[in-house]
């Protein structure tokens, strides 16, 4: 069983920055991580992941230039760092973590492990 444990959530201006960070309790280098983001009355939706060994990063088009992800495979941390916050921006964001290679379907929710969030509030 893999614990994912979030931190660095809050609250910020519009046009400010935010670091994400996602500590595993156990995974592989062929891993896949990222971030899932759900705002009230939203669907939940994939911001961006990285398959761990290679370093291979995905990102959905509303964060990309926007958003950094990357990992640390030896403390199996992942950082998401936010910058150009817009107010759409705000969501609780989750960590998630799957033992298989991110490929084309990384933006679908089909991650074994999940964290239990961090919320993400940027003000216009």
């Known amino acids: 069983q893999v614990q994912l444990a979030e931190s660095g959530g809050g609250s910020v201006q519009a046009g400010g920055s935010l670091i994400l960070s996602c500590t595993a309790s156990?995974?592989?280098?062929?891993?896949?991580m990222g971030w899932f983001r759900q705002a009230p009355g939203k669907e939940r939706e994939a911001v961006a992941s990285?398959?761990?060994?290679?370093?291979?990063?995905y990102y959905s088009d509303s964060v990309k230039g926007r958003f950094t992800i990357s990992a640390d495979n030896h403390n199996k941390t992942v950082t998401l760092q936010m910058h150009a916050l817009r107010p759409e921006d705000t969501a609780r964001y989750y960590c998630?973590?799957?033992?298989?290679?991110?490929?084309?379907?990384?933006?679908?929710?089909?991650?074994?492990?999940w964290g239990q969030g961090t919320q993400v509030t940027v003000s216009s």
């Open positions: 998630v973590a799957d033992p298989s290679p991110c490929g084309s379907s990384w933006h679908r929710p089909k991650y074994d492990y």
């Open positions: 990285i398959y761990m060994r290679p370093g291979w990063t």
């Open positions: 156990s995974v592989g280098l062929r891993f896949c």
